[in-house]
């Protein structure tokens, strides 16, 4: 490996290694680290929105994830996000499974805040050695204090994006946090086994009929005036072909980031052979190209997770419960 090769891979590997332990969290004794998701999903029964009375409601909030909107993914609009937020809180899911999809929610922000950091921190090292470079050039009269400039300028402000995201890792903390109803929470979370929304799209129908097996829904139902139950109805129908859509469009979606990130991979390894053969080729950004493709490959792979946790708790099941295979047409 030559010299140059050695170095940018320990400047960017150093720093991602380093990059969650920077993070000045303080570990709380009553809970593990790492925190797995199925052991702040049990946390959710004890949350105290769950026990306000009815005049108590407004209290009650939720937060909008920074990372997780799905459905401006699904959308491909997250230039242009739509007005439409991610429908958490449906009055349609029982209280205790609505604080569950909350956690579920928060947790998969914290670990893609984590990746946005790890890939931002690769991006200011590898921009750090461009200023480096281009210094030693100019000492050498090959290049003007103009282009130095310009790199210094756009150094300094992947540095600015660097201690935000690095406060996005405390801030998705804190609302994870929020939700398991804990005052602190330790740094590390342990990335779980993804359930997720089948390759296959599952039948309409066959979902809204599951639906009639979930007994939160037939208590309301029964509870309910006529009116009241035919908008329940309604709003049913809706969101289960809104999530059923949902994640039909994350499947596209996961089809294009997976060509991407495979192009990323073939781009490394040219950057790598080219770098160790001495010819120009600027590593480092493949490097932090690499980083950041994994980053939007995890947050549509969350997506995908979320999505189908939804659609289970409409049908009245365990949030991870898996797809059931299609049945062949007859």
Not at 23 to 49: F, K, W
Not at 244 to 255: D, E, P, S
């Amino acid at each position: 490996m030559s010299k140059g090769l050695s170095k940018i891979s320990k400047v960017l590997s150093g720093i991602t290694v380093c990059a969650l332990c920077s993070y000045p969290v303080q570990a709380n004794d009553g809970l593990p680290n790492p925190l797995t998701l199925s052991q702040a999903l049990d946390y959710a029964p004890q949350h105290p929105r769950l026990k306000l009375e009815s005049n108590e409601q407004h209290f009650a909030f939720d937060i909008p994830p920074l990372y997780l909107n799905c459905h401006a993914i699904a959308a491909n609009q997250l230039e242009h996000p739509a007005q439409q937020p991610d429908n958490i809180l449906s009055p349609l899911i029982a209280p205790e499974v609505q604080q569950q999809l909350i956690i579920l929610q928060r947790f998969y922000d914290v670990l893609l805040a984590d990746l946005t950091f790890i890939a931002t921190n690769e991006k200011m090292a590898s921009a750090f050695i461009r200023v480096d470079r281009a210094k030693i050039r100019n000492e050498l009269k090959q290049i003007s204090e103009v282009e130095v400039a310009r790199l210094e300028t756009e150094y300094q402000n992947i540095r600015q994006e660097y201690f935000a995201t690095e406060n996005m890792q405390r801030l998705t903390r804190s609302w994870l946090s929020e939700s398991i109803n804990q005052l602190k929470l330790p740094s590390d979370l342990q990335p779980p086994t993804l359930v997720r929304f089948p390759r296959q799209a599952p039948d309409y129908q066959a979902l809204l009929n599951d639906t009639k097996q979930n007994t939160y829904l037939n208590d309301l139902s029964k509870k309910s005036s006529k009116a009241a139950k035919a908008q329940l109805n309604s709003r049913l129908r809706q969101e289960i072909l809104g999530l059923l859509l949902r994640g039909q469009m994350l499947r596209f979606a996961k089809q294009a980031i997976d060509a991407d990130s495979y192009q990323r991979d073939l781009n490394l390894e040219r950057s790598r052979t080219l770098y160790e053969q001495e010819v120009k080729a600027d590593l480092g950004n493949s490097m932090v190209m690499q980083s950041f493709t994994n980053m939007y490959e995890k947050r549509i792979d969350y997506c995908l997770s979320l999505t189908w946790a939804q659609i289970n708790a409409l049908r009245g099941k365990p949030l991870f419960t898996k797809p059931e295979p299609k049945k062949p047409e007859e």
